[in-house]
């Protein structure tokens, strides 16, 4: 992948509230006799891969995506830019590593309007748009300059009908359909009394085999259900529409799950996600593509098919030359790797008291290697006495498992499980996918890896640099210092 260094240009203009009350535009970039097709943006809340049937997961039902798969692209290596919701949706967003959107790194932050965001651009360029539900966020988007336009535009509290009915003749669309699901607390043994088989399921080797892991595994799957119900609700209303074909359906989920060393942490099981697209006849159907996706590439390509220019800051790539191919497997040779990253998900730390959890990662066909900036400090928050109201480890949600751990930590039986989760790492991590898919033996120390670990450290870090990461750079770090703008008060 090849990666373009971009600094606050001429797209960025301080001219006040103006057009898009954003003070920035995008021009057309083809002919006026191109019809833009309809855009539906549909993301889950805490849904991480591989947890799909067309996957071959054999518990959790999502025809849904299994059909917009078989009836478009399946994607095996997609990956978010921040294992974390805010900083996640913000690269959806305006196409940029987080990293390079200042307080906009961290979770309940903000957004600050001086990002080019693609809904507004596209709605500026004659599209209907909204959303429904969780679109970005959580945080308070008002302190970044919003006042009475929002990101995803237009919020319909009845969903994607009243959307529609809301829309005027002619135009074409695009709209955020976001959900809670299937994001914790759940409802203890729903996935079983749903009629899942809990002896199927597949535990992730970082985890132990207990009846309370696969009971919350299940819950999740109930959630991951929900979601794909209500995605399969619109396609129907998009079908019934007669605007199924002309619609570009996208499915996907903000992160991995959350469960110990998934959310809120950068391996496969934390930043790893589902991603299929379906485009009617504008692309061969059945296609399985393993290229390296990230969220950042999402802007530029509704931007490019809506037929728009591309903002100079974006740092992702436009999607549309693998969609409009007819390859499967990898289409573009130079997407072979991925890098992403996590800053602050939740004061967790006691010194500094509202530090987070600084980490980059890169990904490859054959490894993925971690960059820990402060080792010193502990991954899911400190055992006992955060400042954040779950207190203990809370950069990890509560629940079954996490609890699990916690309670059995003594057992020598679980307390490798424990480690796993909760302790302390070191300042690298470099685990080799085909040998270790779950990502559980850290072969950085060994001495058969040193070139290997030498080669893709500098890669990463070159990478960073040339995304402007202020961690690659001799300048200020201030992702720490940035508010916490949750909607409850810290525990002092």
Known sequence: MKTRVYGRREFIKTIGIGSLALGYSCKPRISKTHVPPNILFCIADDWGWPHAGVYGDPVVLTPSFDRIAQEGILFDHAFVSSPSCTPSRNAILT????????????????????????????????????????????????????????????????????????????????????????HRPYEPGSGKASGLDLAQIRVPEFFPDSPEVRSDIADYYFEVQRFDSDCGAAIALLEKEGELENTIIVMTGDHGMPFPRCKSNIYDWGARVPLALRWGERIKAGRRVTDFISFVDFAPTFLEIAGLEIPNQVSGRSLLSILESDQTGRVEKSRDFVI????????????????????????????????????????????????????????????????FLMDHREDQEIERYFKLAFAKRPAEE?????????????????PDYSRIRSEISTRLMNELKATSDPRASDGPVLFDEYPYRAAYKLNQ
Not at 346 to 352: F, M
Not at 430 to 446: C, F, H, M, T
């Open 95 to 182: 196409g940029q590593y987080h990293w390079r959107l200042e307080e906009g790194a961290n979770l309940w932050s903000t957004l600050d309007i001086r990002f080019p965001v693609f809904p507004l651009l596209i709605e500026e360029a004659g599209y209907h748009v909204g959303h429904w539900r969780k679109c970005w966020g959580p945080g308070d988007i008002k302190a970044g300059g919003y006042a009475e336009k929002y990101p995803g535009g237009k919020r319909y509290p009845e969903g994607f009908v009243q959307f529609l009915d809301d829309r005027p003749e002619g135009k074409p669309f695009c709209f955020w359909l976001g959900s809670s699901d299937p």
């Open 340 to 403: 992403f990253g996590k800053e602050r998900h939740v004061p967790a730390q006691k010194s500094p008291e509202m530090g987070g959890y600084p980490c980059r990662g890169i990904r490859t066909d054959s490894f993925l290697y971690i960059r820990n900036f402060a080792p010193e400090r502990w991954p899911a928050g400190v055992p006992e006495g955060a400042t954040h109201p779950i207190r203990r480890f809370a950069d990890c949600d509560d629940g079954p498992t996490k609890l």
């Open 430 to 446: 470099l685990y080799e996918i085909k040998k270790d898919p779950d990502q559980v033996n850290n072969v950085a120390r060994d």
